[in-house]
């Protein structure tokens, strides 16, 4: 909502435009983090949603999710990316932007803050570059 990606937050579920979500893996228990054969199960259906929604920023939530996405779409292993340390960076992937966030909870409000700074210029940096184009 803080920047104009939610119309009402506290609807259920929350009503977004210009977003898209989706998890690294679907098919596990709600309760626990997904096993390791979970994830690798749904690494297809996770990259077939990349290829067929074809973004232009990917906001993956958690090292779960940076580790999933780092091997497959930047120059770096999953193990070489922490995200604590990229949290409101920007990672160039294949075809996209990477911004990695420390999950909601877990982040103070100075974190907070810093992601959507940089998500905010991200975005108005986005904007400018596509502005005026058509078939977009």
Known sequence: ADVGMCADPAATPPEVENVYLTYAARCRHPEREPTEEERTRCEPF???EIRTVNPEIIVPVGQQALEELAFEYTTFGED???VAERHATTIRGRGFELL??????????AERTAFLEHLSETLGRDYRQTKGRRGR
């Open 46 to 48: 996770l990259n077939g």
């Open 80 to 82: 070489e990316l922490d």
């Open 100 to 109: 990695p966030m420390i999950p909601p909870a877990d982040q103070t409000d």
